[in-house]
């Protein structure tokens, strides 16, 4: 396995939603700087929007404004968001819309020209190909992207990131990447819980499966703080499929149980949460199966249906093709999936501050992998990777030309050996089997989907103890391909994940997230639990420290942040 | 497995230096064997169809595992910039084609 030394400006690490925007913003911030891209599998189709979408769900339509859309983010999230980041969100948002548009993403329109609305905050897009314009932009900037380049840790010099050790699949490579500052973008983690499907539809499921957690694992073991895992995202699918249900939910699709009851009208306040709890709970009290019922829908009207799903999810499409019945009436069986850890749809991630910096100097954060703003999705992806790339290209700004002539022979040394000790290890487990155990774990004692998502004190102590008894385990893996080492290293980065998810949901001892964190030992949720539940993990003794941090209001970031907000959304361009 | 590579229609991309499928998998999961382009990793295919999509000779179809009560429906997807066409073939003979874009 040979070594590559690669030094650039601008290091992002994952060639998805938030990773493009960055990288193309930042090109255009300093048409100068040597921006590069490492995305491990190829940034044409990776990551989330590798089928397409057919949505945009964090859009401002006439009539809402980024006030009422940390109204509405901070009420569906039972309170405790971070005001700043959700609202600088807030205020990007139709404006990366547009820009996409101008890179070729098609938008649908109504009657007079305006984007069609499918909800306040939802507009329709035909996305099948989003991924390709996105790399098209990207390529165009002229940013260097390695393809095929798996990160696997940070380089952490005197405290502070300067690049990242990966591998080169293609080209059987461990590549030391030196870079004056980096911006993560890996996504979330899936794969943490057994998942929905079983045997060789294991990883038919609606996240990717390879998200897992990578972002998030390299900054655990560099010891940056990370916040709220406690908020799992669990999201209603269709069954089987794991499809999303907005297209049907938006086809008149009713949300019954099994006797045709529109079951969410027993419930006083609907948040997404309670869509998949109350789901829960109809199914736990005998009342299931549950569905979403479009009842008799016109073949023109199911055909436009299938349409717009095959260009996210044709699986679907393909269920209805295999079915033997002719279909008039479309009823679709929806269920919960396993628990994911995102930063996208719930707030799961690096702390970060309002420039998106983390707490690691050197190193920014963008997308799903960046926590505090729950219900970003793309677009919100989007604007945290341009202003990531700013805060990035004015850091590289203020260094050194000789920045990078760092001595970290020794880091190389260590990490070079770690890689090959588990290629030279003949004799030990392959991850496959590591990965089945870790997510039995998880499954049992830290409330998977078979465990209505439930969770309580003595069985997630249980899970800490297993975690770890694995954790020892996992120094035994084998790989005999650099392909191979990707599966070990995607399982130590779930098993870092789970460990530090644990300490969350142990931690917080209140029901917030109904469904997503549910203690069944503390069933209320209570005033004094607004505050958010961070940690560090200390990287020489592995140690996991709480770190508790107040919530504040958006005025209140305004008085106490170093800077005043308006002069931020002045320089951001927000 | 939910996708089949058809071997006597994959050429192995020649005109390319990587076999477009393998290329373009997100989850790498897909590498060329001698000649031909095999599915390396069938259980954890994530059926996203970018491989069906990408090759150049139309040798891939998805298709649900008995595991989530496939009845052995194929898809294959033509695209060009103007549209696409989905191609469901189904076991009986039958063929369902929608269009796109």
């Known amino acids: 396995m040979k070594k590559k030394i690669i030094k650039t400006d601008l290091l992002v690490i994952g060639g998805g939603a938030a990773g493009s925007y960055a990288a ?3 090109r ?84 007079d020209g305006d984007y069609l609305k499918r909800s306040s905050r939802s507009i329709k897009i035909e996305g099948e190909n989003f991924k390709e314009i996105l790399a098209a932009e990207v390529e165009r900037s002229g940013v260097q992207v390695l393809n095929k380049t798996a990160a696997l840790n940070y380089i952490k010099k005197d405290g502070r990131v300067c690049g990242v050790f990966a591998l080169n699949l293609k080209e059987d490579k461990f590549c030391v990447i030196k870079a004056k500052a980096v911006i993560c973008a890996t996504g979330g983690a899936a794969g943490i819980y057994e998942p929905n499907n079983s045997g060789q539809a294991k990883h038919k499921m609606w996240y990717p499966p390879f998200n897992t957690g990578a972002g998030y694992a390299m900054g655990i073991r560099a010891g940056a703080e990370m916040t709220t895992f406690e908020m799992r995202f669990v999201a209603l699918r269709v069954k089987d499929v794991i499809a999303p249900t907005g297209s049907f939910a938006f086809a008149g699709g009713r949300q019954v149980n099994e006797q045709g009851e529109e079951y969410l009208k027993k419930y006083r306040r609907i948040t997404t949460a309670m869509r998949l709890y109350a789901t ?3 199914n736990k009290e005998g009342r299931g199966p549950c569905y979403l019922d479009l009842g008799h829908l016109e073949a023109e009207k199911k055909e436009k249906l299938a349409q717009s799903l095959l260009g996210m999810c044709p699986g679907i499409v393909l269920k209805w093709e295999d079915s033997q019945s002719g279909l008039s009436e479309l009823k679709v069986e929806i269920e919960g999936t396993e628990p994911y850890i995102v930063g996208g749809h719930c707030q799961s991630g690096y702390w970060i501050g309002l420039d998106r910096s983390t707490s690691l100097p050197g190193l920014f954060a963008a997308g799903d992998v960046a926590g505090g703003a729950p219900k970003k999705y793309v677009t919100g992806a989007f604007v945290e990777g341009e202003i990531a790339a700013k805060s990035a290209v004015k850091e590289i700004r203020g260094l050194a030309d000789d920045f990078l002539n760092l ?69 035994n893996l084998k790989a005999e391909s650099l392909r191979d080492f990707l599966a070990v290293q995607e399982l130590l980065e779930r098993i870092d994940v789970a460990e ?33 539940v961070n940690s560090r993990q200390n990287p020489a003794s592995g140690e996991i420290q709480i770190v508790e941090r107040e919530y504040k209001s958006l005025d209140e970031y305004a008085a106490f942040a170093d800077r005043c907000q308006e002069d931020f959304y002045l320089e951001y361009n927000l | 497995m939910a996708i089949k590579i058809d071997q006597s229609i994959c050429d192995g991309c020649p005109d390319y230096q990587d076999g477009r499928c393998e290329r373009i998998c997100p989850g790498n999961l897909i590498a060329k064997e001698g000649e031909k382009a095999e599915m390396k990793r069938p259980a954890e295919c994530w059926d996203c169809a970018a491989c069906v999509k990408a090759c150049p000779r139309n040798a891939i179809s998805l298709y649900l595992p008995e595991e989530v009560g496939g009845q052995g429906t194929k898809l294959k997807v033509q695209q060009n910039k103007k549209r696409s066409l989905w191609i469901f073939d189904k076991k009986g003979g039958s063929r369902k084609i929608y269009k796109t874009g």
């Open chain 1, 24 to 26: 193309v913003t930042a």
């Open chain 1, 407 to 475: 001595n970290i022979s020794e880091l190389i040394t260590n990490e070079y050996q770690r890689v090959k000790s588990v290629l030279d290890n003949s004799e030990g487990v392959e991850a496959v089997r590591l990965e089945e155990k870790l997510q039995q774990i998880m499954e049992h004692y830290a409330g998977g989907r078979s465990q209505d998502y439930e969770l309580e004190a003595s069985k997630l102590k249980q899970a800490r103890i297993k975690l770890k008894e694995l954790k020892a385990e996992s120094r």
């Open chain 1, 28 to 111: 255009r911030e300093d048409p100068e700087l040597d921006i590069t891209v490492v995305e491990k599998a190829h940034i044409e189709r990776s990551g989330c929007l590798a089928a397409g979408i057919n949505a945009i769900n964090a859009y401002l339509n006439p009539g809402e404004t980024p006030e009422s859309y940390l109204h509405y983010v901070k009420n569906d999230s039972y309170g405790l968001v971070r005001d700043d980041l959700v609202y600088s969100i807030g205020r990007g948002l139709n404006k990366v819309t547009r820009e996409v548009e101008d890179w070729g993403l098609k938008i649908l329109k109504d009657e």
């Open chain 1, 280 to 282: 829960v709970r109809e």
């Open chain 1, 500 to 532: 530090v998810l644990i300490e969350h949901l142990l931690y917080r001892e209140e029901t917030r997230w109904p469904g997503y964190q549910s203690r069944v030992d503390f069933p209320e949720r209570k005033k004094e639990w607004r505050k958010f």
